[in-house]
Nanobody
């Protein structure tokens, strides 16, 4: 059974940083893209970013504006989301997701077959 587990969420002051991690078990994703999404209360799930199977390409949502960085460690089957300059519009539950199809890189949730349970990010002002 495939499981994705996020960690690293929490409370941070505006302008601060957090690093989210996501660990997969049950299969490897060394040829598959990873994505991060977020969902705030009352809002649609939103694309945060994605990283290609070999880490050579990253895509980010428009709101990121250079503040976030996605990286991956295929040996550990993990993906990371480094978030800097967090602001009051960033609080949400952040989800990692893995694409079951190798070599593609998608911006929408429909590309991703496996999802974590989410981790809460809260920003204080």
């Amino acid at each position: 059974q495939v499981q994705l587990v996020e960690s690293g969420g929490g409370l941070v002051q505006a302008g601060g940083s957090l690093r989210l991690s996501c660990a997969a078990s049950g299969r490897t994703f060394s040829r598959n893209a990873w994505g991060w999404f977020r969902q705030a209360p009352g809002k649609e799930r939103e694309f945060v970013g994605a990283i290609s199977w070999n880490g050579g390409r990253q895509l980010y949502g428009d709101f990121v504006k250079g503040r976030f960085t996605i990286s991956r460690d295929n040996a550990k089957t993990m993906v990371y989301l480094e978030m800097n300059r967090l602001n009051p519009e960033d609080p949400a539950v952040y989800y990692c997701a893995a694409d079951g199809t190798p070599y593609e890189l998608g911006l929408t949730a429909t590309y991703y077959d496996y999802w974590g349970q989410g981790t809460q990010v809260t920003v204080s002002t």
